[in-house]
């Protein structure tokens, strides 16, 4: 790696991608993830499910295998998919979408946020965030020699001040990147911060591109795309994906939505990543997206409950906890039980308690890390006894 080219190893180094020495760096995903198998912790790191989706969902993807879907798909994905994925967004939401133009299938949310990035900026472009934020929206921000300029947001609400975010985003602002909800914090913009976040896109002619992976998963509240508010969908890239709503998330089905305009130029970068994928799973995920109103509201309660259980036992073991209104995560501050240093702790908690979590900090800028250095996230997408062995193990820390 140290023969990358000058601007590309900058870029790298910027994102946390190398360290210091030039050599790849684990994510912190990979590192917690280690640390699990070889302690034998449970693992609360990485944010996916251990037991599988709907039935209906798996089964169309035996069928599809069986029924040939087995080489490459149209490139825009296929047919089926985006059909399904434009009546998805009009039942929920309300919006019109155009299956043949306006729709692009990806390896993934993370291709799309990644293809959307690349193609909609130039170097020198500003990106504006909340942080904490997903850890590949920085790494392909620098790839990229865009600027990511963050907002941070603070517990408990978790959500962006709006005149912080008035001052964030300026005439040198090429994308309002937007996640809600949001990880790892499972917050939920409420509409009259989106309505801001338009407001600034128009007044600054910025492309809002949206992560909304966690749409389904909303247990307070209620999940508003931007793309739906007035003046929203000409200037919107929507990012989702089946792998969190079907707990599916190793077919790396996602999708992006949006102007026309807009998608053509996605599809162009994402073409030369990974030209296509998931042949088989993608009418599976158009299956599922096709399956009654009850199936994703069931899902929605089962981790709702997941979420109290594993709550519930966090403020036992003596933490601060922060319950989420949406998504996969419970965050916690680990100063009350002694443990400024959520990062230092998570590492030592595998000995100290059998179990793994991911230290926020690592999901924030460096010039913002302190801030964030008690908190402490642990996911809920897992069975009930592995959520019940973990708050038993935690227990201990309360003692």
Request: proline letters at 8%; charged letters at 15%; hydrophobic letters at 45%.
């Amino acid at each position: 790696m140290n023969d990358v080219p000058g601007a590309w190893r900058r870029a790298a180094l910027g994102a946390g991608l190398l360290d210091a020495a030039g050599a790849p760096r684990l994510t912190i995903f990979a590192e917690m993830s280690a640390l699990a198998a070889a302690t034998g912790a449970v693992n609360l790191g990485q944010g996916f499910p251990d037991e599988d989706g709907p039935p209906e969902v798996l089964e169309a993807a035996h069928t599809a295998i069986d029924s040939g879907w087995n080489q490459y798909p149209p490139g825009i994905g296929a047919p089926v998919l985006r059909e399904a994925i434009a009546t998805h967004q009009q039942h929920w939401y309300g919006v019109a979408v155009d299956p043949t133009t306006e729709v692009l299938v990806t390896a993934g949310a993370t291709e799309a946020i990644a293809a959307s990035i690349l193609a909609l900026c130039e170097p020198g472009d500003e990106i504006v965030v909340a942080e904490p934020y997903y850890d590949s929206y920085g790494a392909i921000a620098a790839l990229a020699g865009a600027r990511l300029v963050t907002v941070p947001v603070a517990p408990p609400s978790f959500l962006p001040d709006p005149s912080a975010l008035s001052a964030a985003v300026t005439d040198r602002t090429r994308l309002i990147l937007v996640n809600s909800p949001h990880n790892p914090s499972g917050a939920v913009w409420p509409r009259e911060l989106l309505t801001h976040v338009l407001e600034l896109a128009h007044r600054h002619d910025a492309i809002i591109v949206t992560d909304e992976v966690y749409e389904h998963l909303v247990y307070e509240g209620r999940h508003i795309p931007l793309s739906s508010l007035p003046g929203g969908w000409e200037r919107t890239v929507t990012i989702s994906s089946g792998g969190k709503t079907f707990s599916v998330t190793g077919w790396k089905v996602g999708w992006a939505v949006g102007p026309a305009p807009l998608v053509r130029a996605i599809t162009a970068v994402k073409q030369f990543l990974t030209f296509v994928n998931a042949g088989p799973f993608q009418p599976a995920i158009a299956a599922g997206l096709g399956l009654p109103d009850a199936v994703f509201t069931g899902a929605t309660g089962v981790l709702r409950e997941k979420r109290d259980l594993l709550s519930a036992g966090l403020a036992a073991a003596g933490f601060t906890v922060y319950r989420p209104s949406a998504g996969y995560f419970v965050v916690v501050d680990t100063a009350p039980i002694g443990e400024p240093d959520a990062a230092a702790f998570a590492r030592r908690l595998p000995g100290l308690a059998g179990v793994v979590g991911i230290p926020v900090s690592a999901l924030v800028s460096e010039a913002h890390r302190a801030e964030y250095a008690s908190l402490l996230r642990f996911a809920f997408c897992k069975r009930v006894p592995v959520i019940e062995e973990a708050v038993a193990r935690l227990a201990a820390l309360g003692g």
